[in-house]
């Protein structure tokens, strides 16, 4: 006779890990009530037990760091000035003709 092999839940293995480590119950006493071998409680505790820092990671993907080039942008903030006052100036001289 074939048994199937019973997949859980995440929330469910979560839950019973949980259980385990608060202690309150043995884990045979756990086996009994939830109805999974001992051995699949205690390795579902001691994975929740190494990897509970990652539940309070930050999700969201930092941006990497990108080099500025600062000479380059005052640069280009001189040639903006020195365009935008010539096109003033030519602006004024074109009004003053109409």
């Known amino acids: 006779m074939v048994t199937k092999r019973v997949n859980y839940t995440s929330s469910f293995k979560a839950k019973v890990a949980v259980a385990a480590i608060k202690g309150e119950f043995t884990i045979s006493q756990l086996s009994s009530h939830f109805k999974v071998h001992p051995q699949v409680i205690s390795k579902w505790k001691s994975h929740l037990v ?3 820092e990652s ?3 930050d999700g969201r993907r930092k941006k990497p760091m990108v080099a500025i080039d600062v000479e380059g942008l005052y640069s280009k903030i001189g ?3 020195m365009e935008n006052d010539f096109l003033k100036k030519k ?3 074109l009004s003053l003709l109409y």
């Open 50 to 52: 190494s990897n509970i």
């Open 91 to 93: 602006s004024d001289e």
């Open 79 to 81: 040639r903006l000035e």
């Open 55 to 57: 539940v309070f990671q």
